[in-house]
């Protein structure tokens, strides 16, 4: 089966840089994508990174090394909107399907002024 | 431009009773179709997914069931419900890339 690890919550001030752990165990490894939830909300789509390497998407990037299973998001210039739960997804082989998504069980981002 | 639209947008059931949620997906075609279910702060369990019409994968066992009977539709249902099912459902589809897209969930209080 596959699994993830990442931190439950992390408190950061306005205008600081957060950065979100996560490693993963898992077989028929394709990708790490990160989502974002607020409350009562849909998870949105983020990043996904197939690579190892950095890829950045205005204040937010995401990071991946396939040898070490670990991932991160890195939140810069944190505002108020940005409070709100991240979670670490693994894109993983399905029998007979394009992939399957795995989720993490999330990271609850508390954005203080 | 694709959607995915799922309703009832929150329900509440007695404990035995059946369920039945609906998915729809407008704008693609033979997508891959996923239900998520995510307890009160918890992350998000994968159910079910299907890659085609009739074809349903199960992830957890349990007293639920998916159906695809069409290729643009999938349902979550269970003949009767036990107070552990209550949570927020969500229903999710791919077009074939990385993403996942989510509709708007359904939030199930069984009582």
């Known amino acids: 089966g596959q699994s993830l690890e990442q931190p439950s919550e992390v408190t950061a001030v306005e205008g600081a840089i957060v950065q979100i752990n996560c490693t993963y165990q898992?077989?028929?490894?394709?990708?790490l994508s990160w989502y974002q939830q607020h409350d009562g909300g849909a998870p949105t789509f983020l990043s996904y990174?197939?690579?190892?390497g950095l890829e950045e998407t205005g204040r937010f990037s995401s990071f991946l090394s396939r040898s070490d299973s670990y991932g991160y998001l890195l939140l810069q210039e944190l505002q108020m909107k940005d409070s709100a739960s991240y979670f670490c997804?693994?894109?993983?082989?399905?029998?007979?399907?394009?992939?399957?998504?795995?989720f993490g069980a999330g990271t609850q981002v508390v954005v203080t002024p | 431009s694709q959607t995915i639209h799922q309703w009832p947008a929150t329900l509440v059931q007695p404990v035995g009773s059946p369920l039945s949620l609906e998915c729809t997906v407008e704008?693609?075609?033979?997508?891959?179709l996923y239900w998520y279910r995510q307890a009160a702060g918890r992350g998000l369990q994968l159910l079910f997914y299907?890659?085609?019409?009739?074809?349903i994968s199960s992830e957890v066992p349990q007293n639920l069931s998916a159906s695809r009977p069409q290729d643009r539709q999938f349902i979550l249902s269970s003949k009767k419900l036990l107070l552990s099912d209550s949570g927020f459902y969500l229903c999710?589809?791919?077009?074939?890339?990385?993403?996942?897209?989510f509709g708007e969930g359904s939030w199930l209080t069984v009582v």
């Open positions: 997804a693994v894109k993983v082989r399905a029998t007979d399907s394009w992939g399957k998504f795995q």
């Open positions: 898992t077989s028929g490894f394709y990708g």
């Open positions: 990174n197939a690579l190892d």
């Open positions: 704008g693609t075609s033979n997508p891959n």
């Open positions: 299907s890659v085609g019409i009739g074809q």
């Open positions: 999710a589809y791919t077009g074939g890339g990385n993403t996942i897209y």
